[in-house]
T-cell receptor, first 111, second 114 residues
Framework: QKEVEQDPGPLSVPEGAIVSLNCTYSNSAFQYFMWYRQYSRKGPELLMYTYSSGNKEDGRFTAQVDKSSKYISLFIRDSQPSDSATYLC???????????FGTGTSLTVIP | GAVVSQHPSRVICKSGTSVKIECRSLDFQATTMFWYRQFPKKSLMLMATSNEGSKATYEQGVEKDKFLINHASLTLSTLTVTSAHPEDSSFYICSASRGTDTQYFGPGTRLTVL
């Protein structure tokens, strides 16, 4: 079983839609949870970072961590064409320097 | 804050030559730096993990004599692709971490070997 599972998509939504991106994981010891956005031919950009369980909101983006279900989500409200990218989830902790990435979900927001 | 730069952003070289890619953390000290390779429309593939002053730890299947990694300081790591061949053409991305909490990625280097 992979440490992190992420549906690769592709996901296509109309502009203005609410997007839900998800990852599941198997290691209950993970404590740090991240979402990255990667545009084509660019390095991943850190979008959201959450420690342990709970929600975190930043503008149109909300990250949610449910440690009991080993499930994390990223919600994008009022999606824009500029949100079209690949979204990667990642997690780590509690010790060491190993990070585990999902395979990424490709999102297209249609104007 | 937490900016990572990579140089060059794009390089074209002849088969058999060596290419060096630099990764710098500009505004923080990185205890660990990572090197990834990415093929078009594919996910990140971790190549190696390096800590400052230590030998890099390579992932299974990555030739350490071909992909030389040096992490000379807390802000600089280099990846040298030795005796490059066309199959080494790829997008190489570095990242830097201050600990276990998160990684910050560089913009990537596109290598084309003719």
């Amino acid at each position: 079983q992979k440490e992190v599972e992420q549906d690769p998509g592709p996901l296509s939504v109309p502009e203005g839609a609410i997007v839900s991106l998800n990852c599941t994981y198997s290691n209950s010891a993970f404590q740090y949870f991240m979402w990255y956005r990667q545009y084509s031919r660019k390095g991943p950009e850190l979008l959201m970072y959450t420690y342990s369980s709970g929600n975190k909101e930043d503008g149109r983006f909300t990250a949610q961590v449910d440690k009991s279900s080993k499930y994390i989500s990223l919600f994008i409200r009022d999606s824009q064409p500029s949100d079209s990218a690949t979204y990667l989830c990642a997690m780590s902790g509690p010790t060491g320097n190993q990070f585990y990435f999902g395979t990424g979900t490709s999102l297209t927001v249609i104007p | 804050g937490a900016v990572v730069s990579q140089h060059p952003s794009r390089v074209i070289c002849k088969s058999g030559t060596s290419v060096k890619i630099e990764c710098r953390s500009l505004d923080f000290q990185a205890t660990t730096m990572f090197w990834y390779r990415q093929f078009p429309k594919k996910s990140l593939m971790l190549m190696a993990t390096s800590n400052e002053g230590s030998k890099a730890t390579y992932e299974q299947g990555v030739e350490k004599d071909k992909f030389l990694i040096n992490h000379a300081s807390l802000t600089l790591s280099t990846l040298t692709v030795t005796s490059a061949h066309p199959e080494d053409s790829s997008f190489y991305i570095c990242s830097a971490s201050r600990g276990t909490d998160t990684q910050y990625f560089g913009p990537g280097t596109r290598l084309t070997v003719l």
